[in-house]
């Protein structure tokens, strides 16, 4: 075996550790027994543990050395593998051991501590181990290096290529843009009843639909499942075994259907990944900006259209009597109903951008020093009155909502706007295909999804992101899109 | 860290990888997605091979030869440790890595070549796998070494401390009686109305019964759960994670409440074993035989028995309604029905033993070399027309049922009947606790299970089978309970 081959082996050996952990992980949110938690814990350590041992162990690293100095008869893909395990081995390297522990130990403690403090809206309780947060977040971004501040080191983990500065620029055009659509659209929404789709839907029948539309936008179920959890996600435990889940509210069967449109195409994302690279970075997404961009895309501008609902809505009619007295336009209007919300995750398509501009300020801010831990309440709040003309009742729906901060990650909020911009420039590129257009006009998405296919999904890691949107595109990153999408949906 | 907690720490490490192991066993056969089949290979085999080398490495060797160098401050418990890894490891020692590859080759394509000789019922498409399947077997025996005869040897594997002229002792004396206990409960049954409990029982109910029903005999499902599987089992993903499964018969509700006592014994033993001692033998069940007592205590002596639908029929007839009509005496009376089957797992209580009987026979045969492989459907026709007055239509229905001798499992079969054993002298020994004996009598099965608890599952593999049989009822194994059991429910 050359060390290139020797390389790949190692790293498939990481992957069936990391799948085996994700298997262990998805029992765990699925069906796992309460009285599992504490011995699937250790399990789940005992496996990462190897992992990390692995990929960060000096046969690692001697066989990068040797693959790397025998490049000659290597293909554009494998010089891709290089170059992302160089990036993340070198990253990796920078961050000692004993700060790699202290950050886990923290990150515990402070999960429990937020998911107190929310309960009982006091940020007080969190604070203490938020500022620890921040400060080995600061420490870790010393460690890597970054060209303008702290943010970059952090924003990299989560979007290879990104830049503060260039998403700032970008948030900074896009803010009063989406201030002002967001007020068209919620103003516009009052005189819309919210009642209308209210009903009862059983769960079974929900499933059914829901499994008829995967199936019909081409999510594969003999290499996939969906089952029920608390917190709807996409996880993948082999090259063919992609698990979504979804929750189901009984009187409103869009909340399942929706969830399982973003998760399918998260789900469409990874089948769609070239299967024989499973576990190098040519069969690895990405990143989480492009991947939310494949969620975003199937869920708002697909199913959330009018082509769709045309074909969707008899069959939805058959399966719930309820919805036969109900018009086409009336449906649609109730699913574009906008109105805003101080929570992140129950907000619409028209408002959602503007929770994560916030939380981006803000990150930054800390990182940079410029706010601190304890101002970051009454900062929550100017800000959230600034763009949203109203003041959050209380910490637990104001910065005490999220989980990310209490886990470490920040750095990781700026890439669900990414998404959206990416959803929307890719949209509106594949729609310059003919076959794809012709297709989305009958509903029928499976040109749309082949176009994906070909220019997202077989890329795996091999383009950074901002290249996989130009090769794809034709145009760098541009937030024209996405607007003309708002726009078109809530303004007019 | 002495060398016997050092030990300790590696059992542990091991267990943890064998526990991953079974979760990634229990989701393929549960939920896991048809396309993902090749790969979870992979991720189980890695595990096992992981598991494999540190069960068999030099460190645990070494551990283990110090540790036997300093058993002054040991407790029994411990002690019975050493004992149990010393007896593993020098088994595991006296197999050559290759011959356990060579095995594993052979028994893949023999369990592909069984499935398809079952289904076409052709004896020779299975027999020259069954050949090597032998061979392997003799050469395992004589390399483990044996006292009488090799199958001594195999049956050491799944039953501690049995012996193969013991059992044929003992089977030959069950022999006729087992022959005229089976001829009278099938006769006797022929003016048994086979149907009257035949009905529409939705699944989702049986699901509410049978959870009930377990967790009134003690299984605890904050510790475990039940799913839906085509065969039937238990396995034990963790100190507090017991898993079992049943099938469901839509006409007939009582096919998955007996499959789930009967895996719930399991359960309940799994769950009753010291659960600080994971992983060490300590904490894990003893043998196949002790097991399955378990299994067939609280399927056949608890849950078939008067006192037990005196209480639950009631229940069940207010989920099944069809059931209201029914009286308690011709409840008891279809669920005692007994008819000859040509199929083992199809078998009832009074005529399931024969089954076991016969195979035990003809593997004896086969291994000490009086049997060759192309006359055992010749054989198995023979002995089964001898047992049942029926020639079994065809080898399908004959010889090429089971799947354990694809598997290599030969010895394995008489577990089922030294559990039937077992079980009722368990049972009658349990009874002369008189806390036992008026639980009992009101259906209140607690001072039972504890009584279980403290004599068998708190032993974990402290005590050989012998031993524990021996010790929990005040007497060795005695078929006298077992034979009084079957006449008083299948003669009187």
């Known amino acids: 075996m050359t060390p290139y081959e020797s390389l ?105 501590a937020w998911a107190e403090a929310r309960k009982r809206s006091d940020y007080s309780l ?153 576990g190098l970075p040519s069969g690895t997404a990405v990143s989480l900006g492009i991947h939310e961009s494949q969620s975003r895309l199937w869920e708002n501008h697909v199913g959330r259209s009018e082509v769709f609902w045309e074909k969707w809505l008899p069959r939805a009619a058959q399966l719930f009597p309820n919805l036969r007295k109900i018009e086409l336009a009336d449906f649609l209007q109730a699913i574009h109903r906008s109105e805003f919300s101080f929570i992140r995750v129950e907000a619409d398509e028209a408002t959602y951008d503007m929770h994560i501009l916030l939380r981006f300020e803000l990150e930054r801010s800390l990182l940079n020093g410029s706010l601190e831990i304890d101002s970051v309440p009454t900062a929550w709040n100017k800000a959230f009155t600034e763009l949203f003309g109203k003041n959050p009742p209380n910490d637990a729906n104001g910065c005490l909502q999220d989980i990310h901060w209490s886990m470490g990650g920040l750095g990781y909020f700026a890439t669900y706007t990414l998404g959206n911009l990416n959803a929307a420039q890719l949209f509106q590129a594949a729609q310059k295909d003919k076959s794809v257009t012709s297709g989305i006009k009958a509903a029928n998405y499976q040109p749309l999804l082949q176009w994906l296919r070909k220019r997202v999904h077989a890329k795996g890691s091999t383009l950074l992101p901002a290249e996989l949107i130009t090769e794809a595109t034709g145009n760098p990153l541009d937030p024209a899109p996405y607007l003309a999408h708002l726009r078109n949906r809530f303004t007019r």
């Open 126 to 278: 969190f604070a203490g181990h938020f500022a620890k947060i921040v400060q080995i977040a600061r420490r870790k971004a010393t460690l890597w290096g970054f060209k303008d501040e702290p943010f970059d080191a952090l924003l990299l983990g989560y979007e290879r290529g990104a830049t503060t500065r260039a998403i700032a620029e970008l948030f900074g055009k896009l803010k009063p843009k989406l201030v002002s659509i967001a007020k068209q659209a919620t103003e516009r929404s009052r005189s819309i009843h919210a009642g209308i789709l209210r009903g009862n839907y059983p769960i079974a029948k929900q499933q059914q639909l829901n499994q008829e539309i995967a199936e019909s936008i081409g999510f594969d179920f003999q290499s996939g499942r969906i089952d029920t959890t608390t917190h709807p996600f996409c996880t993948t435990l082999g090259p063919n075994d992609v698990r979504l889940t979804t929750r189901y509210d009984q009187a409103d069967f869009t909340s399942s259907l929706f969830g399982v449109l973003h998760e399918a195409g998260h789900g469409l994302y990874e089948q769609g990944l070239p299967n024989p690279d499973f």
């Open 8 to 112: 790949c082996s190692l790293a498939r050996e990481i992957a069936l550790l990391g799948s085996t952990a994700s298997v262990l992980g998805w029992d765990q949110e699925t069906f796992m027994p309460p009285g599992a938690l504490n011995y699937r814990a250790q399990q789940l350590s005992s496996l990462s543990a190897k992992a990390h041992a692995l990929a960060t162990g000096r046969r690692f690293a001697s066989l990068l050395e040797k693959a790397e100095a025998q490049t000659d008869s290597l293909t554009p893909t494998q010089m891709a593998n290089l170059r992302e395990w160089r990036y993340e081995r070198d990253r990796a390297a920078r961050i000692p051991t004993a700060l790699v522990a202290e950050e886990s130990d923290v990150t515990t403690h402070a999960k429990h």
